[in-house]
C-alpha cells in the first residue's frame, strides 16, 4: 500500500485565477449601480448559485441546495431596514427565476431586487457588491466564498459551510439557518454599512493560500512528483 512504500499523499485546492477578482470596488461599484439604474448610494447584496434544487424542510421552511428562496426573503427584510439595500441574483434555473420575479413584483421590490440568470462577469460583481449572501444548505468547500475573499467582499455565510473555506478571517460571518430570515437581515445590515475591506490585501491572502492556481497547480505536481516512483517500472 501508499504507507508502507513510504507514498505522501495529500490533498489538492481547487485553484483559480485571482487576478480576475483584482478591481477597484469604487469604480466597479458606480458602474455596476449605473448599469442597473441605482444611485449610487445603493448597498449591493450579491447571490451567487442556481436558483433550482430540490427542496427540504427546515425549521418550517422549504430550502432547496443553494437556499435562493431564504436569501430572496433576507432581502426583503433588509430593504424594509434600509432601503439602500438592494439584491442581485446570478444562477440558472429558468422556471424558478420567474416564479422569483412574480414573487418580487408582489412585494413591489422588482425595480430592487434584480435576477441575472448566468453572469461571465461574476468576479466584476463581486468586486462592485458589498455583501455575498451565502444561505447554502450544505457545501463540499464553498468555494463562491474564497472568491468573494479575493474580491475583497465580505460575506455571510450558513454555518453548515466548511470553516476550511476562510482565507481572510474577519471577511467570513457563519450564521445558523435556524435563525429567522428576519435575524439574518439584522445581521446582513450590520455586515453591510461596515467599511469594506482592502481589496488589494484581501486578494494577496487568497493569492498566498493554497487556493491560487500556481499554489494549487505546484501542490499538485508536487503530489504527482511523490507518486511517480510507485510502483516501480519493474511491477508494473
Keep these: ?48 448559485g442556481r436558483l433550482e434544487g430540490s427542496a427540504v424542510v427546515h425549521m418550517g421552511r422549504e430550502m432547496t441546495h443553494k437556499n435562493p428562496a431564504l436569501a430572496l426573503e433576507i432581502a426583503r427584510q433588509c430593504v424594509a431596514r434600509d432601503d439602500r439595500v438592494h439584491l442581485l441574483m446570478v444562477g440558472s434555473g429558468e422556471k424558478t427565476r420567474r416564479d422569483f420575479e412574480a414573487k418580487v413584483r408582489e412585494w413591489g421590490l422588482a425595480e430592487t431586487i434584480r435576477f441575472l440568470g448566468i453572469r461571465s462577469d461574476v468576479p466584476r460583481l463581486m468586486c462592485g457588491a ?51 430570515p428576519d435575524q439574518w437581515a439584522e445581521k446582513a445590515i450590520q455586515l453591510i454599512n461596515l467599511e469594506r475591506p482592502t481589496p488589494s490585501a484581501c486578494g494577496a491572502a487568497v493569492q498566498s493560500s493554497p487556493f491560487s492556481i500556481e499554489n494549487s497547480a505546484a501542490q499538485l505536481c508536487a503530489l504527482y512528483a511523490g507518486l511517480t516512483s510507485w510502483p516501480p517500472l519493474s511491477e508494473r
Design 1 to 48: 500500500d501508499f504507507v508502507s512504500r513510504g507514498v505522501t499523499l495529500g490533498a489538492a485546492h481547487c485553484g483559480f485565477d485571482v487576478g480576475r477578482y483584482r478591481g477597484d470596488y469604487e469604480t466597479t461599484h458606480a458602474e455596476l449601480c449605473q448599469e442597473m439604474a441605482w444611485d449610487e448610494s445603493a448597498k449591493v447584496m450579491l447571490f451567487v
Design 130 to 180: 458589498n455583501l455575498l449572501l451565502f444561505p447554502s444548505l450544505a457545501e463540499g468547500l464553498g468555494m463562491v466564498v474564497v472568491e468573494a475573499q479575493a474580491a475583497g467582499l465580505p460575506v455571510l455565510a450558513a454555518d453548515t459551510t466548511p470553516g476550511e473555506c476562510v482565507v481572510v478571517p474577519d471577511m467570513v460571518e457563519f450564521f445558523s439557518l435556524d435563525a429567522s
